[in-house]
């Protein structure tokens, strides 16, 4: 279910909604629009009274979602999601094209730095690298790991590039989540649930690879963590 706010509603008069759809023990989701607030409602296992948030100030409707996924439906939101990075005039969803390139793994300082520069030149926008390396062999390098996105950082700091790199198990979401402007999750952690998990809690945004065969529902549901 979808609480929609009218134009003109307070942060107070959507709060208040928040707080009533918790008192029930549901989850509010508060989504800003370019002209009005919605509010997803989550964690429902039965039908919510429409009439219960209806009647509240600063509500304008209530909509009915019927689509499985529900935070990423257009009927929730349906104007662009626009990411901005504060500092730069780098917007995600906006007009322009957004380039993310550098080398599949950070191997050393000099290697990362020798790309970067290249990458930066090239007029991307974002330094992109793998400081954690998901192998189907455990003798396979895995990655220079913090100190890659200690590296990482460093190419941010010299080349004004933001930075996106992988995560791939918890422990890592934390390191990723301290230096990297941008989580990326990589194809084989689409349907690693408690990892979907853990990244809807991170506050930077996540880049979230499909899966090998997924189907676009499949995909949607895992955005929807």
Same mark, same amino acid.
């Given at each position: 279910?979808?609480?929609?706010?009218?134009?003109?509603?307070?942060?107070?008069?959507? *709060?208040?909604? /928040?707080?009533?759809?918790?008192?029930?023990?549901? +989850?509010?989701?508060?989504?800003?629009?370019?002209? *009005?607030?919605?509010?997803?409602?989550? @964690?429902? +296992? %039965?039908?919510? &009274?429409?009439?219960?948030?209806?009647? =509240?100030? @600063?509500?304008?409707?209530?909509? *009915?979602?019927? +689509?499985?996924?529900?935070?990423?439906?257009?009927?929730?939101?349906?104007?662009?999601?626009?990411? $901005?990075?504060?500092?730069?005039?780098?917007?995600?969803?906006?007009?322009?094209?957004?380039?993310?390139?550098?080398? /599949? #793994?950070?191997?050393?300082?000099?290697?990362?730095?020798?790309?970067?520069?290249?990458?930066?030149?090239? %007029? #991307?926008?974002?330094?992109? %690298?793998?400081?954690?390396?998901?192998?189907?062999?455990?003798?396979?390098? &895995? %990655?220079?790991?913090?100190? @890659?996105?200690?590296?990482?950082?460093?190419? *941010?700091?010299?080349?004004?590039?933001?930075?996106?790199?992988? #995560?791939?198990?918890?422990?890592? =979401?934390?390191?990723?989540?301290?230096?990297?402007?941008?989580? &990326?999750?990589?194809?084989?952690? =689409?349907?690693?649930?408690?990892?979907?998990?853990?990244?809807?809690?991170?506050? +930077?945004?996540?880049?979230?690879?499909?899966?090998?065969?997924?189907?676009?529902?499949?995909?949607?549901? $895992?955005?929807?963590?």
């Amino acid at each position: 279910m979808l609480v929609v706010m009218q134009a003109t509603a307070t942060d107070e008069q959507v *709060r208040a909604v /928040c707080q009533r759809i918790e008192s029930f023990g549901y +989850k509010a989701h508060a989504i800003p629009g370019a002209q *009005r607030t919605a509010i997803g409602i989550t @964690g429902n +296992k %039965g039908d919510v &009274q429409q009439s219960t948030f209806e009647e =509240m100030a @600063g509500v304008a409707e209530v909509i *009915r979602v019927s +689509k499985p996924y529900k935070l990423v439906s257009r009927d929730v939101k349906s104007e662009n999601t626009v990411i $901005a990075f504060p500092g730069t005039d780098v917007r995600i969803g906006g007009k322009d094209l957004i380039v993310m390139a550098g080398p /599949c #793994a950070i191997e050393s300082r000099e290697q990362a730095f020798a790309i970067a520069e290249r990458v930066h030149a090239a %007029g #991307a926008q974002f330094f992109r %690298g793998g400081a954690y390396k998901p192998r189907t062999s455990p003798y396979s390098f &895995q %990655g220079l790991e913090e100190d @890659g996105l200690k590296i990482m950082a460093e190419v *941010r700091e010299r080349f004004g590039l933001l930075v996106i790199t992988e #995560a791939v198990d918890h422990e890592s =979401m934390d390191k990723v989540e301290e230096y990297a402007d941008v989580i &990326q999750l990589g194809a084989r952690n =689409m349907q690693n649930f408690s990892l979907l998990k853990r990244a809807g809690r991170a506050r +930077k945004p996540v880049m979230l690879k499909r899966g090998l065969s997924a189907t676009l529902e499949e995909f949607l549901m $895992a955005a929807e963590y």
